[in-house]
């Protein structure tokens, strides 16, 4: 096997994330834990994202092979690896996953003060690095949500969980007025979304190895669900069509999917890669392939080249030193089933929080989500969770406002990360009077322009 060169970490630029707020927020949570078990778990991390890169034949593993997945065992401890690696070892950064954790802690620096004497705070930090390391979305919007109502100027503090039957997460205190807030937070993608995406690769698979030796880049929309098709329907389909190829344009249409065809421009990578440190697993990686930004959740690509390793070990630290041969395939699934599918509504995490109010206080639902599926899924989304609040009879219940926030996370080869959120609220009561003037968790709000339009109706970024 031919060994891959390596440089020193002082040949990389020298970048310096300097990002006060997120230093601050990552200081606070890493102080929770000793030195020794920071370190084990690091490693621990470290070890998970090591793999022996077989370089002598690309199409030897399937397309997931090397993927880097959190460790869900440690959820935190993963979210902890990608601020550190961003601020002390940048060469290391997981760009994609980092820009969702990323505007986390800077929210969270931002207001660090307010946060640290929240009552309760110590508890909650201390459970969420130590016992419950698998929930960190369930707890930083925990959090999060806290840190609203005090920027709303409302005393705050946490309960116990499970202790005297019925208990919200936290109870909310203004003026003589006391509300019960309880928060639920969806799992960032739908089971269905991951059997698309299993069943997009598979695809790809089959026709990878005639699109690179064409440097072909494909942009396919399925109009009937992937999941109904065989593994092998895009290679049954333009196998014998790749090679006749001669300039960009549709070459598919039918009942099933449309399907145009262009060209990578190796070139104009090979010059962009003789001026630039591009990491393996990039947006820059994905940017220069596409040639143009893409929604990179439906994006699958491949090349085969050479490269060097930066710094020691094998963690994360590949980058590209040539591209000889690239493909790209962009899906997009619009099957009204499969967008049915995708639209997963919030009657479970409703009807659970619903549950947990007493009956001293009136309630408030914090639902959180990411929306990583498209207009045509948030619309089919706001149909069914529309319907759920229609079927919950106010006089049953002290349930009185709900709040959705809506989030989705980007990565640019020039920024390091972009955070859009879309909140919607609902009432039971007639003539609502919300309890937060401000009901953004993340990003600051001032902007009026965010109340205008959903961020999923907007121009990816």
């Not at 440097?215 to 396919?220: A, G, M, Q, T, W």
């Not at 959180?368 to 609040?389: A, C, H, I, N, P």
């Not at 919300?434 to 339009?453: A, K, Q, T, W």
């Amino acid at each position: 096997m031919k060994m891959i060169h390596r440089i020193p970490v002082s040949e990389f630029p020298n970048f310096k994330y300097e990002d006060q707020d997120v230093i601050n927020a990552f200081l606070w949570l890493r102080s929770f834990l000793s030195d020794e078990d920071w370190n084990q778990r690091k490693e621990a991390i470290e070890n998970k994202l090591s793999y022996d890169f077989r370089i002598s034949n690309p199409f030897s593993e399937p397309l997931t092979e090397g993927t880097l997945l959190l460790d869900n065992n440690d959820q935190i401890g993963w979210y902890l690896y990608l601020v550190h690696t961003l601020l002390y070892e940048p060469h290391k950064y997981e760009y994609f996953q980092g820009a969702r954790i990323i505007p986390i802690f800077k929210r969270l620096g931002m207001n660090l003060n307010e946060v640290k004497n929240i009552e309760g705070i110590q508890k909650k930090v201390r459970d969420l690095l130590k016992k419950r390391r698998a929930e960190a979305d369930a707890i930083l919007f925990e959090i999060l949500t806290a840190l609203l109502w005090v920027r709303n100027g409302w005393q705050v503090k946490f309960l116990e969980e499970g202790k005297g039957g019925k208990s919200p997460d936290i109870l909310a205190s203004k003026n003589n007025e006391e509300l019960q807030v309880e928060c639920k937070r969806q799992r960032k993608t739908a089971d269905y979304t991951y059997k698309e995406t299993e069943k997009r690769l598979k695809m790809v698979s089959y026709l990878r190895e005639e699109l690179l030796k064409h440097n072909i880049l494909l942009d396919v929309e399925f109009h009937v669900e992937l999941i109904s098709l065989p593994d092998t329907y895009l290679k049954d389909l333009l196998l014998n069509k790749i090679q006749e190829i001669k300039k960009a344009g549709l070459i598919v249409s039918n009942n099933e999917v449309t399907i145009y065809a262009s060209f990578i421009d190796i070139n104009r990578i090979s010059k962009y890669l003789e001026k630039n440190f591009v990491k393996n697993n990039s947006p820059q990686l994905c940017d220069l392939i596409a040639q143009k930004a893409v929604d990179y959740s439906g994006f699958t690509s491949g090349f085969s080249g050479n490269f060097f390793r930066v710094g020691e070990g094998e963690a994360n630290n590949l980058y590209i030193a040539e591209i000889a041969n690239a493909f790209g395939v962009n899906c997009r699934s619009m099957a009204p089933e499969a967008v049915t599918a995708k639209a997963r509504d919030t009657k479970t995490q409703i009807m659970g929080a619903i549950k947990q109010f007493n009956t001293e206080s009136e309630g408030v639902i914090h639902v959180g989500m990411e929306t990583y599926d498209g207009q045509e899924v948030e619309m089919e989304r706001l149909k069914k969770t529309s319907k759920t609040l229609e079927s919950i009879n106010p006089s049953e219940t002290n349930l009185r406002y709900i709040y959705y926030h809506f989030f989705q996370a980007y990565t640019r080869p020039d920024q390091i990360w972009i955070f859009d959120e879309t909140v919607d609220k609902v009432s039971s009561l007639k003539q609502a009077v919300f309890p937060l003037e401000n009901s953004f968790l993340v990003v600051d709000g001032d902007d009026d322009s965010l109340m205008d339009i959903s961020h999923w109706n907007r121009e990816l970024p």
